[in-house]
Structures are given as structure tokens and as C-alpha cells.
């Protein structure tokens, strides 16, 4: 659906190229940037390596096939380091917390002193002409710090109130046993994209009030955005092409649906984000915009993660799996357990506004740090055993949700969604199990999820 665009947050769009297309120059940038990054990321994990540390390095094959191992060998030989980029790496419990809950954190990137630091904004230089440079001024309220975040947030979190999430309890129960149906007549399913998938994005469309017929084509955006949510300065070229493509549609399809519920609004939160504008809280077209992307991103993304790497958990330890299944007393502290053991998201970046001390080390301000949260959900220093998935684990003090005041404002429907999900699941499938031994994983970096996952189930 093409409808009116950004263009001044008003105006169409007069490109007459489709969003997406690469930009050659572009493309050079990046694919120069990230083969120097490459390059100086192996000389210093070969220098570390020779003194006996590691460095964190996201283009690390270790790191990329068991990010867990690596961790660990952070948080023994070199918790809190600088990596090949001169950010600071965090990996224990206690100072990614100390760091998410300080007000001296910031979420805004533009706050990172390009002056000493200019190689996690290089990537951004280039783009700073047309469409993406209108776009960065609609950062989302994930990436801005109060007053904004806390008037933005302030408008959307009265959807996802306990009460009005549990509200939704019947209708999460109607599509799983609708997708069930349809896993049993086939006898073999995508346990990724047949079941965790379809869950999560059918609420949030239908909390947003996107019409049923629009729902599919949705998926390859929203795929290409979530890839995008890695820092820029980590993506490869066609990945940040990918990402500008998929924003450009969303603005695109939004744009023209914000407009069609301003004449004819509808029990939805879009319109009452709508309604919230004209009431005097002075949302923008362009926060409406960046609002709508974020929840559906954000409102189905990590969600996919958690209900998929928790059933992986589960069919791995049959114990676990049984308790689950057979005792539903377990399931709200088995979810939590899901959400520190599978960590849905790996990592996530905070700028010092001021000078700060935190684990040892002075951060200057303007200096930016990548709290590696999964790292800190394996802390022996915080969790008993770790590295065990216990289901009954009651002292569970973990990061999954972050803290502070970005806590992710989902975390009640994601949970809920997790709770019903995974109980219906191995309660109608009483035999399931792995088709291929083989597991693949996307290729995102912030948020770490199974490809795919084939299952075989009967009654």
C-alpha cells in the first residue's frame, strides 16, 4: 500500500525508485568500513590472545557459534575491556546493571562525542542526505532519553497495563489452538515460523489495527528491520540498504493508515495514539510514525526468540519439558527462565552524558558501552549454577527485559504470550520432536534467534 509519506511528515514521497534500491555509494562506504573493522578486529583479538585475554568481537566465529563460551572467558579473563571499535565492553551482572539503572546513561546515539570516538558514527556520515536523514529525526522512544522518552512512553504504556494485557488472554488462546490446528493436519512444522512467529505479530497488528488482508506482507519488512537494529557500524552493506527499504515501506503503509484513521477512528491504539496527538500531548506525524515501526518490531521480534529458544530449551532437557507440560504452577517462573538462559536480546548500548565509574573504569562522557546482557544473565556472581536451565528457578534477577527506565514496556504481553504459547503447546503435542539435528540461527547480532526449527508432533 503506498499512501502519503515523510516529506516534511506531510507531503508524498516524489522518488519514483522503490525504497530499498542501493545507493552504490553506499554500499562502498560500508563494505570498506566493515573490511577494516574486520581487519583491526583480528589483529587486536590476536594481541589479546597472545596475553591471554579475550576481547569481545561480534564478527568473532566463536562468538558467532556459541556466544555462551565466549562470555564466560569475559567475565574470567576480561570482564570490562575496550574492543577493536574503542567502545567499552561490559559482561558481568553488576555493572550492566549499574550502568542500565544510572540516569547518566543515555539511549540517544547522538550523544556519542564523534570528535574521540568517530568510528561507531563513520557509518552514519554518508547517510546523512536524503531519506535517511530525514528519518533520524524519527528515532523511536527506545533511542531517546526524558523528557521525550518519558512523554512518548507515557502514551503507549496505557496499552500494555496488566489489566489490558490480560484482556487479550482468550484471543492469544483462540490463535494457538487455530495455529495447533493447522500444525496437526500437517504433522510436521517450522516451529519458528508456523508457530512462534504467527502468535506475537497477529496481536500486535491487531492491537495496532492493521487490517487482516495487510498482515503478510508485512513479514519481509519487518525481518529486514529487525537485522537493522544492530549498530550500524556491525552491518554489513546490503543489511543497511535492507533496513532503509523496509523503514521507507512501513512510512509509507503507516503514513497512509494514520491518515484513514484520523477520519474514521476506530477501537485500536492507533487511534487513540491519535486522539492522545490532538488532545494536546503533541505527538508528531513523524512520532506516530517511528511508534507504529518500533511496536511492531519490538511488539513481535523478541517474542518469536523466546517462545522458539524456550521450546529448544525444553525438547534439549525432557525433565524440564515434563514440568512444564504437567504442572501449570511452573510456567510463570519457567517463562522467566527462558528469558535469562535464551536471552532473546544479547546486548544493548548506552553513552555516558557524564564521567562515570563503573566496574574499575572511568567512562568519559560522550563514550559509548555495550552491555553484553546475555553475558550478565550467566554471571555466576548473580545467578546459582548459571549455566543450568532449571524452570523452578525462583531467585531470578535477570536482564532479559533490561531495567531502568527502558524496561522493555512489552514485557507483560511478551510474557503472557510465552505463558499460554509453550503450555498449549506440549499439553495437545504429548510426543514432539527435532526433524534435523542441525541448528541455524538469523544473522542479528542484538537480537539472537533460531532460524528455524522443524518439529515433528502428534497427540
Not at 260 to 279: C, F, H, T, V, W
Not at 296 to 317: D, K, M, P, Q, Y
Request: overall charge negative.
Amino acid at each position: 500500500m503506498v499512501g502519503p509519506s515523510v516529506d516534511g511528515y506531510g507531503g508524498a514521497m516524489t522518488s519514483s525508485e522503490p525504497a530499498g534500491v542501493p545507493d552504490p555509494g553506499i554500499a562502498e562506504f560500508v563494505a570498506r568500513r566493515t573490511a577494516e573493522y574486520n581487519e583491526a578486529a583480528r589483529a587486536v583479538r590476536d594481541e589479546a590472545a597472545a596475553a591471554g585475554t579475550l576481547v569481545w568481537d561480534p564478527y568473532d566465529p566463536a562468538w558467532v557459534e556459541d556466544p555462551y563460551a565466549v562470555y564466560a572467558e569475559l567475565r574470567r579473563s576480561n570482564p570490562v575491556h575496550r574492543n577493536a571499535l574503542g567502545f567499552w565492553v561490559f559482561t558481568r551482572h553488576a555493572d550492566c546493571l549499574a550502568i542500565l539503572r544510572d540516569r547518566r546513561s543515555s539511549s540517544d546515539g547522538r550523544n556519542v562525542d564523534a570528535t574521540t570516538f568517530r568510528e561507531v558514527r563513520a557509518v552514519d556520515l554518508p547517510l546523512q542526505q536524503g531519506p535517511e536523514a530525514m528519518l533520524a529525526e524519527m528515532a523511536p522512544f527506545l533511542f531517546r532519553d526524558p523528557p521525550d522518552h518519558t512523554r512518548l512512553r507515557g502514551l503507549v504504556q496505557k496499552a500494555f497495563t496488566p489489566r489490558v494485557v490480560e484482556g487479550l488472554r482468550p484471543r492469544l488462546e483462540e490463535i494457538c489452538d487455530g495455529l495447533l490446528d493447522s500444525a496437526f493436519d500437517r504433522g510436521e512444522i517450522d516451529l519458528v515460523a508456523d508457530y512462534a512467529y504467527p502468535l506475537p505479530v497477529q496481536i500486535i497488528v491487531e492491537m495496532l489495527g492493521v487490517p487482516a488482508e495487510d498482515h503478510e506482507q508485512f513479514r519481509v519488512w519487518s525481518h529486514a528491520l529487525a537485522r537493522g537494529l544492530d549498530p550500524d557500524f556491525l552491518l554489513p552493506p546490503e543489511a543497511v540498504q535492507q533496513r532503509l527499504g523496509a523503514i521507507l515501506s512501513f512510512v509509507q503503509y503507516f503514513a497512509s493508515l494514520i491518515e484513514d484513521r484520523r477520519q474514521k477512528p476506530g477501537d485500536d491504539l492507533l487511534s487513540r495514539l491519535i486522539q492522545a496527538e490532538e488532545q494536546g500531548d503533541m505527538l508528531t506525524q513523524g512520532e506516530l510514525l517511528s511508534t507504529c515501526i518500533l511496536l511492531l518490531v519490538a511488539g513481535h521480534e523478541t517474542t518469536v526468540n523466546l517462545i522458539s529458544g524456550g521450546a529448544l530449551a525444553l525438547l534439549e532437557r525432557p525433565d524440564q519439558l515434563t514440568l512444564v507440560r504437567d504442572d501449570p504452577a511452573v510456567i510463570r517462573s519457567g517463562v522467566e527462565e527462558m528469558l535469562r538462559y535464551v536471552c532473546p536480546v544479547q546486548l544493548t548500548g548506552r553513552v555516558a552524558l557524564e564521567e562515570m565509574e563503573v566496574g574499575g573504569v572511568t567512562i568519559a562522557a560522550g563514550e559509548f558501552s555495550m552491555l553484553l546482557v546475555a553475558s550478565a544473565n550467566r554471571d555466576p556472581e548473580a545467578f546459582d549454577d548459571p549455566d543450568a536451565f532449571d524452570v523452578t528457578r525462583t531467585d531470578n534477577n535477570h536482564l532479559g527485559f533490561g531495567f531502568g527506565i527502558h524496561h522493555c514496556l512489552g514485557a507483560p504481553l511478551a510474557r503472557l504470550e510465552a505463558q499460554i504459547a509453550l503450555p498449549a503447546l506440549l499439553r495437545r503435542a504429548r510426543r514432539l520432536e527435532r526433524t534435523n539435528d542441525e541448528l541455524s540461527y538469523k544473522e542479528n547480532i542484538v537480537l539472537r534467534g533460531l532460524e528455524s526449527l522443524p518439529v515433528r508432533l502428534s497427540a
